[in-house]
DNA sequence: TAGACTCTTTAGGAGTCCTAAAGGAGTAAA
DNA sequence: TTTACTCCTTTAGGACTCCTAAAGAGTCTA
């Protein structure tokens, strides 16, 4: 019950579904051969991996340090999922990718936990659209402080317009897809994004945060 | 962006804080000789070890096999900061409690990241309200599947009446402390949780949720 | 063409995490 | 009371994670 502040008991539930999140990964991975690490590695090839990342950016998107990340691709090497290339622009870095196979897992790995996922869909739209803004604020606040890899959210896209409708419904606009949507359909991590430059990002963040304009309900 | 559903975003959401609390949990860890696990451990320990826990308490409580925190612990053991002892009423069992000096690291180890702290209370105390009523949703399903251990949430609590009052800044009442609160004070680990039995815990859950008595807002 | 960087790999060591198997301690039925 | 479970924990073995430190190569700049 109450009366402190309620941000030690956000961190500690936040904590309780990491600790879910990861024991899946152990169970998940463990079934095919892989790790988590590993399976996480294809699943970031797989989702922007086009022209293939070099290992620091790998590194990176898993914050470890490059020996690991280095460590692991060796051992998807090893396994044929993934192929390493000297990369043509500079002759220091490597070129990840997947192979065929590699592709295959990797569809099959960024399946997500079938009970998170019902245990998240449970929600009305509404929950998830406020625990997604939430989540979206939060993560935009640690990266600003460096403390997690800059992910391709809405917040950080050139294309994000937010609160620039009345209805509360769907405020925000995407001119990408040139259309209005709703705290429920934030990005966290957007293929089609493009980095906003720093001056951009900083007035969306503001519009985004906004208290005045913050939409009360929608139900 | 839009358009397709939002749980696996909201999940990615979730993944990303993940990731950031367990890089944290590395640094913060290694600073004072220990890793993450053990960590772990001593938190466990220091917050409801009154009597000592049992090794499968522990391996539980941090979703890891026996054998996982039976070496953690023999870890801990050997740096003096946890003592086992043979538990009376069953001689195969072993209780693990704190020493002096092991409550002390676990009294620091629990602090929560300053950065993702600071992150969270920058958040409306409505949204961190919301963030955790659904967090605590999610949680709970989460139990009922049994892809995490039990925690001691109110809305599992004996105590626990939840939307017993009109005033939506406080709907809820806890009979411990005899008084009523809002969301965002809902606790994820309460020491004073007293479990309700099944059918007590299943009516207060519908309530809960229940849709029609949902604050619509607060701000 | 020297540094001075940058990117990656290797080495070494503690620890995580698993499965499998082996003790010892309780328990219950023959 | 003995035998046959069953439960709790530990050990063994193996693949990996994760770190720091240092070394090898490649690139850029003065």
Redesign the pocket.
């Given at each position: 019950m109450p009366h402190d502040a309620p941000g030690p008991r956000v961190i500690a539930g936040l904590a309780k579904i990491g600790l879910a999140l990861?024991?899946h990964a152990?169970q998940q991975a463990?079934g095919r051969?892989l790790?988590?690490?590993?399976a996480q590695i294809l699943t970031v090839l797989g989702a922007r991996g086009q022209g293939g990342l070099?290992?620091?950016?790998v590194?990176e998107a898993?914050?470890?340090?490059?020996?690991?990340?280095?460590?692991?691709?060796?051992?998807l090497e090893s396994?044929s999922l993934v192929r390493?290339r000297r990369?043509a622009a500079?002759?220091?870095?490597?070129a990840i990718s997947l192979t065929a196979r590699g592709r295959r897992e990797a569809a099959r790995a960024a399946v997500w936990p079938d009970v998170l996922l019902e245990a998240v869909d449970e929600l009305s739209e509404y929950e998830q659209g406020a625990l997604l803004r939430a989540l979206t604020r939060i993560i935009r606040r640690l990266q600003l402080r460096g403390k997690i890899p800059v992910s391709r959210m809405c917040v950080t896209c050139s294309y994000f317009r937010p609160h620039v409708y009345p209805d509360r419904a769907a405020p925000h606009h995407c001119a990408f897809v040139d259309a209005p949507f709703g705290d429920a359909a934030l990005r966290i991590d957007c293929p089609d994004h493009v980095a906003a430059s720093e001056d951009q990002a900083a007035g969306a963040w503001r519009e985004f945060i906004h208290p005045e304009r913050r939409p009360d309900h929608v139900v």
């Amino acid at each position: 019950m109450p009366h402190d502040a309620p941000g030690p008991r956000v961190i500690a539930g936040l904590a309780k579904i990491g600790l879910a999140l990861k024991s899946h990964a152990w169970q998940q991975a463990g079934g095919r051969g892989l790790t988590p690490t590993q399976a996480q590695i294809l699943t970031v090839l797989g989702a922007r991996g086009q022209g293939g990342l070099r290992l620091s950016e790998v590194a990176e998107a898993l914050a470890v340090t490059p020996a690991t990340a280095s460590d692991a691709v060796s051992a998807l090497e090893s396994k044929s999922l993934v192929r390493k290339r000297r990369q043509a622009a500079d002759g220091r870095a490597v070129a990840i990718s997947l192979t065929a196979r590699g592709r295959r897992e990797a569809a099959r790995a960024a399946v997500w936990p079938d009970v998170l996922l019902e245990a998240v869909d449970e929600l009305s739209e509404y929950e998830q659209g406020a625990l997604l803004r939430a989540l979206t604020r939060i993560i935009r606040r640690l990266q600003l402080r460096g403390k997690i890899p800059v992910s391709r959210m809405c917040v950080t896209c050139s294309y994000f317009r937010p609160h620039v409708y009345p209805d509360r419904a769907a405020p925000h606009h995407c001119a990408f897809v040139d259309a209005p949507f709703g705290d429920a359909a934030l990005r966290i991590d957007c293929p089609d994004h493009v980095a906003a430059s720093e001056d951009q990002a900083a007035g969306a963040w503001r519009e985004f945060i906004h208290p005045e304009r913050r939409p009360d309900h929608v139900v």
